[in-house]
Each structure stands twice: as structure tokens, then as C-alpha cells.
């Protein structure tokens, strides 16, 4: 399976603190995406990261990739109670549809 | 612009019924993908569809069918409704689909249908 799984499950931090999450897949990608979903509700985008790009910057959020490994990070900075959400991590291989991690569950204290 | 609209929010369904889910993309966008949420799943691709045809399908049984109008709504069946079947069920759209050339594309969810069989 090219199912991707995200690193750790869950994650609590206080607020002001940095947030790391990883994501870790199988096969060879075109690009990998993170989003975010509020309890119950739907994923909303945050960042895509070709596979010929190293670094992406947006806002807070800085990702990074590493195909070698085939593993990527998502860094979530001066993290607010706001981003409390579950972070998912979606690979493409371009052919075919988005597989989905199994998510890293943050909770900011305030 | 509207965001993607699922319609109903929650349904609660029995054993043996089948239910019906609608999807509304953002306008103009072609592409409806389906996805099913479960805790133990996680999330699972069930189909694509990009004007009116199927484009691709995950490896779900043929209970689960779907089909796209000619303007990009979509709709989702599930026949002979199990337990097992039980999620949120999510509908994303984007404006050409995650086909080669076109995957650069972010997906843009609904707030999902919550399906309860009883």
C-alpha cells in the first residue's frame, strides 16, 4: 500500500510552542500534501510540495521532504489553539488518486 | 465562491437500505472524488468521476456506485447497507481531477455526510 502514516498519533503542546509533525510513505510520489480537518469535519489544504522540491514555506507552516527517505515534515510554528485539528499527510503518484496517512491528532493548550 | 456542499449531513440508515449522497463542487470545478472515513480505515478512496465518466475507483465492493451529472454534481449510492459501512463519507472536488498533468491539484472537501447503519 502507498499509505502514507503520520508521526506521532497524537501530539499536545502549549500554546506559543512549535509543532512537528512526520509522514512517512512507500512508494515513489509527484507530490505530497497536508491537510487539516477539524473534528468532524472536511480536510481543508494546507501545502503541496513537489517531489524536485526540498522546502515550502506558508505562513506558520514550513515542509519538508525528503524522497530519499521517503519522508516528509510538516513544522507548525508559534502554534495556536486554533490548529487544534487532526494533520493528515496525502501522497500522489499523479496516475491515480490521493492516499491519505493515518493523521497526527494535535491538541493546543492555551 | 461556495465551497463544496454534501447534502444530508447526517443520515441514519438499517441494515439492508440503501442511501443516496449528494455532492455539490465548487463551480467550475470538473472533478468529484469520494472518500470514506472510518476510525479504523483512516481514509479510503472510493472513486473519481471528471465529466461524467468514471476515472478511477478504489477497492471497495460494487454496493458502493456513484455518478456525476452534466453539471459536475455528484452522487453516491450505497446498496445493501452494512454495519461496517458506517463513516463519514467525503466529497472533494478540484478543477481537472488527479490525473497525469493535472495532480499538482489540491482538493478542495465538503464537510462530509455522517452515515450511521443500524
Known amino acids: 500500500s502507498q499509505q502514507g502514516e503520520e508521526d506521532p498519533q497524537a501530539l499536545s503542546i502549549q500554546e506559543g510552542e512549535n509543532a512537528t509533525m512526520n509522514c512517512s510513505y512507500k512508494?515513489?510520489?509527484?507530490?505530497l500534501q497536508w491537510y487539516r480537518q477539524n473534528s468532524g469535519r472536511g480536510l481543508v489544504h494546507l501545502i503541496l510540495?513537489?517531489?524536485?522540491?526540498r522546502e515550502k514555506h506558508s505562513g506558520r507552516l514550513r515542509v519538508t521532504l525528503d524522497t530519499s527517505k521517503k519522508s516528509s515534515s510538516l513544522l507548525i510554528t508559534a502554534s495556536r489553539a486554533a490548529d487544534t485539528a487532526s494533520y493528515f499527510c496525502?501522497?500522489?503518484?499523479?496516475?491515480?488518486?490521493?492516499?491519505f496517512g493515518t493523521g497526527t491528532r494535535l491538541t493546543v493548550i492555551p | 465562491k461556495a465551497g463544496v456542499t454534501q447534502t444530508p449531513r447526517y443520515l441514519i440508515k438499517t441494515r439492508g437500505q440503501q442511501v443516496t449522497l449528494s455532492c455539490s463542487p465548487i463551480?467550475?470545478?470538473?472533478?468529484v472524488s469520494w472518500y470514506q472515513q472510518t476510525p479504523g480505515q483512516g481514509l479510503q478512496f472510493l472513486f473519481e468521476?471528471?465529466?461524467?465518466?468514471?476515472?478511477n475507483k478504489g477497492n471497495f465492493p460494487g454496493r458502493f456506485s456513484g455518478r456525476q451529472f452534466s453539471n459536475s454534481r455528484s452522487e453516491m449510492n450505497v446498496s445493501t447497507l452494512e454495519l461496517g459501512d458506517s463513516a463519514l463519507y467525503l466529497c472533494?472536488?478540484?478543477?481537472?481531477?488527479?490525473?497525469?498533468?493535472?495532480?499538482?491539484?489540491?482538493?478542495?472537501f465538503g464537510n462530509g455526510t455522517r452515515l450511521t447503519v443500524t
Open positions: 472533494a472536488s478540484s478543477p481537472m481531477g488527479q490525473g497525469a498533468g493535472s495532480y499538482n491539484s489540491p482538493l478542495h
Open positions: 496525502a501522497t500522489s503518484l499523479g496516475a491515480n488518486n490521493l492516499f
Open positions: 512508494t515513489s510520489i509527484n507530490n
Open positions: 468521476y471528471f465529466s461524467e465518466t468514471q476515472r
Open positions: 463551480s467550475g470545478h470538473r472533478s
Open positions: 510540495i513537489r517531489s524536485n522540491e
